[in-house]
């Protein structure tokens, strides 16, 4: 792929939860790109790279909802151009989402997701409209009819031991499948709908 690709993930520092669910899965993907271990850069993110750099993994340090600031210190300190020269994926847990499940989507103007609504805020650059997208990770089914305390309780507690195996398979599976299919685009994607669909032929052909 002539672009870089660089996936950030946003979460809650500490104990693993569904909240984390993004960082959870980043360090995954450290392991199957084989690259070296994240590294602290600053209080705000850690970051690591393959070799010639096509390829950066980082994470915010911080709670989800300074996630922008975290965002923010990368671009700055990496020196990442917000141009067509790459393409990043803000990986983040989905409660709207069956567990299990990949969705790629553009970032909006309006955010309802703290975390991508710090980030969102964070930028003055109309380049992020272009090259930064949402990769979400589907945490659902979140509980029915919940109120508001019970939702944030939920969302910070962790997974049960299947929810931890689909995580570990079905859900990685679909991740990695994912991004081999932004990285075949060379990362074009002109349509998120339609690339969602066609991931979706592509994971069920693969059963």
Not at 15 to 29: C, E, I, V
Not at 76 to 83: F, K, P, S, T, V
Not at 120 to 135: A, Q, T, W
Not at 179 to 199: M, Q, R, S, V, Y
């Amino acid at each position: 792929m002539d672009k870089t690709l660089i996936i950030f993930s946003v979460g809650n520092p500490g104990a693993s939860n569904r909240h984390s669910t993004g960082h959870y899965m980043l360090k995954k993907l450290v392991d199957y790109f084989d690259v070296k271990q994240l590294t602290k850069k600053s209080p705000m993110y850690s970051v690591t790279s393959n070799a010639d750099n096509s390829l950066i993994l980082a994470k915010s340090n911080i709670y989800m909802n300074d996630s922008g600031k975290a965002f923010s210190k990368f671009i700055e300190g990496e020196r990442i151009r917000l141009n067509s020269s790459c393409i990043i994926l803000i990986l983040y847990d989905d409660f709207e989402s069956k567990l299990g499940t990949i969705k790629l989507l553009n970032l909006k103007s309006k955010e309802s997701h703290n975390g991508l609504k710090s980030i969102r805020n964070s930028v003055n650059d109309p380049g992020i409209n272009e090259v930064v997208f949402k990769l979400a990770i589907g945490i659902g089914p979140k509980p029915n009819n919940a109120s508001k305390q019970t939702m944030a309780s939920w969302v910070l507690s962790d997974f049960n031991s299947e929810e931890h195996r689909v995580l570990e398979s079905a859900a990685f599976d679909a991740l990695t499948t994912c991004l081999g299919e932004i990285i075949e685009l060379n990362g074009e994607i002109n349509d998120c709908n339609k690339f969602n669909a066609h991931l979706t032929k592509v994971l069920r052909a693969s059963v």
